[in-house]
């Protein structure tokens, strides 16, 4: 797609960290101005990025390449295609397990995809808020 040599592929993608990502960033900042408090990065399973513990509910903000959310985002890259194409499958099995753990374990899963942050933050941050509400109705 973009003729990256194996070398700079994968000094570029050395680069991208977990945390803290600008789709992260967003979704906090805008949860925080609307008056919701978290916890960030627990230890449940998966690491969520946000954690409502009080509601149960665990935030995940994917990026669309990473967890292959199949938008525009989500690319194979052309070198090395074998290697990408199993660790993006790895990837998509282990955000479907550790949804299953924390289901079965009583918590609310939200995926928050990239591409959905950037076409509409405020629609995103519903899509949060929704949930917390309706954890409050199913709880009493």
Same mark, same amino acid.
């Given at each position: 797609?973009?003729?990256?040599?194996?070398?700079?592929?994968?000094?570029?993608?050395? =680069? $991208?960290?977990?945390? @803290?990502? !600008?789709?992260?960033?967003?979704?906090?900042?805008?949860?925080? @101005? !609307?008056?919701?408090?978290?916890?960030?990065?627990? @230890?449940?399973?998966? =690491?969520?990025? $946000?954690?409502?513990?009080? !509601?149960?509910?665990?935030?995940?903000?994917?990026?669309? #390449? *990473? &967890?292959? &959310?199949?938008? &525009?985002?989500?690319? %194979?890259?052309? @070198?090395?295609?074998? #290697?990408?194409?199993? !660790?993006?499958?790895?990837?998509?099995?282990?955000?479907? =397990?550790?949804?299953?753990?924390?289901?079965?374990?009583? *918590?609310?899963?939200?995926?928050? *995809?990239?591409?959905?942050?950037?076409?509409? %933050?405020?629609? +995103?941050?519903?899509? $949060?808020?929704? +949930?917390?509400?309706?954890? +409050? &109705? +199913?709880?009493?």
């Amino acid at each position: 797609m973009d003729g990256l040599s194996r070398e700079a592929r994968s000094r570029n993608m050395s =680069k $991208i960290g977990a945390k @803290n990502t !600008k789709p992260e960033l967003l979704v906090r900042k805008f949860l925080h @101005n !609307k008056g919701y408090r978290y916890r960030l990065y627990s @230890n449940l399973p998966g =690491k969520p990025d $946000i954690v409502f513990g009080s !509601k149960k509910v665990a935030v995940f903000i994917h990026g669309c #390449f *990473w &967890h292959q &959310h199949g938008c &525009h985002m989500s690319y %194979i890259p052309k @070198n090395n295609r074998k #290697f990408w194409l199993d !660790k993006l499958k790895q990837n998509v099995a282990r955000d479907e =397990k550790v949804s299953n753990e924390l289901h079965e374990s009583g *918590w609310f899963v939200v995926t928050v *995809w990239e591409c959905e942050v950037y076409r509409d %933050i405020d629609e +995103t941050v519903e899509k $949060i808020k929704e +949930t917390l509400q309706a954890t +409050t &109705h +199913t709880a009493s």
